[in-house]
């Protein structure tokens, strides 16, 4: 079994107690060492196994979550909120609520690569609960701090009659009212900024058309990110009560 040098097993605990678990837990610091090392780390074994593993992992809580608190929901309804909860957009989110970054080792030119950054925390997050899986055979070292968050996001997600899946929802509803997909026209409004602060500034606008009818507007950093800002508003407007009337 590898070891893992004791400064960084000393840094490595500070994660543990973020996560809430307690300083005997059964560990592999070996493990969460190498979940917490980045391909672009020089020298040194990285994540990419481990994150293979908490992909897995961070699907099968979820489907526990889901059937533990919706025995009666449909297996449609589990898939589409698990969808959102596994989604790297989440689980970044929940990397950078446990100061996940603090820890991880890049290389140079990664560090300075900024708008990768929800990426890496995504695939470290699934390492994460790879190591920590693999160091005790079942989910006893992640269901203690992981499973309410899961469950806070699933109840925001199913109250929602898009499942936050707007792109989706929306072509769901123009194919069974028109029997047509909508079209997308997305433009560069703004160049790449040069300010690294600026990453996320919204450089593309997407429009969503059908049958000639522009649905809704959007920006976003990213040409994806536009395409789901106009999803968003058309399928809430098609939804409303006056949809009806206007269409």
């Known amino acids: 079994m590898a070891s893992c040098p004791p400064q960084r097993q000393r840094q490595l605990e500070k994660l543990i107690q973020r996560l809430g678990l307690p300083g005997n837990a059964p560990i592999r610091w070996d493990l969460l060492d190498l979940a917490l090392t980045h391909p672009s780390a020089s020298g040194r074994a990285n994540y990419e196994q481990l994150e293979f593993v908490g992909d897995s992992v961070v699907r099968l809580l979820a489907a526990v979550l889901l059937q533990a608190e919706n025995a009666q929901g449909s297996v449609g309804e589990w898939s589409a909120i698990r969808s959102v909860l596994v989604s790297d957009r989440h689980l970044a989110t929940l990397a950078a609520n446990y100061g996940l970054d603090r820890f991880l080792l890049l290389g140079p030119s990664t560090l300075k690569d900024r708008r990768g950054q929800d990426s890496r925390l995504a695939d470290a997050f699934e390492a994460v609960l790879g190591a920590?899986?693999?160091?005790?055979?079942?989910?006893?070292?992640?269901?203690?701090?992981?499973?309410?968050?899961?469950?806070?996001?699933?109840?925001?997600?199913?109250?929602?009659?898009?499942?936050?899946?707007?792109?989706?929802?929306?072509?769901?509803?123009?194919?069974?009212?028109?029997?047509?997909?909508?079209?997308?026209?997305?433009?560069?409004?703004?160049?790449?900024?040069?300010?690294?602060?600026?990453?996320?500034?919204?450089?593309?606008?997407?429009?969503?058309?059908?049958?000639?009818?522009?649905?809704?507007?959007?920006?976003?950093?990213?040409?994806?990110?536009?395409?789901?800002a106009a999803a968003q508003i058309a399928f809430l407007k098609v939804q409303s009560p006056l949809a009806e009337t206007e269409f």
Do not use: C
Not at 163 to 171: D, E, I, P, R, T
Not at 206 to 214: C, K, R, T
């Open 132 to 228: 920590l899986y693999l160091s005790t055979g079942d989910l006893s070292l992640i269901q203690p701090w992981l499973q309410d968050p899961l469950r806070n996001k699933a109840e925001q997600v199913r109250i929602d009659p898009a499942y936050q899946n707007y792109k989706a929802a929306l072509q769901q509803w123009t194919q069974a009212v028109y029997q047509q997909l909508p079209e997308y026209r997305v433009q560069e409004t703004s160049p790449p900024s040069q300010d690294p602060s600026d990453v996320m500034a919204d450089r593309f606008t997407a429009e969503v058309w059908l049958q000639e009818e522009l649905l809704g507007v959007g920006k976003g950093h990213s040409i994806k990110a536009a395409e789901k």
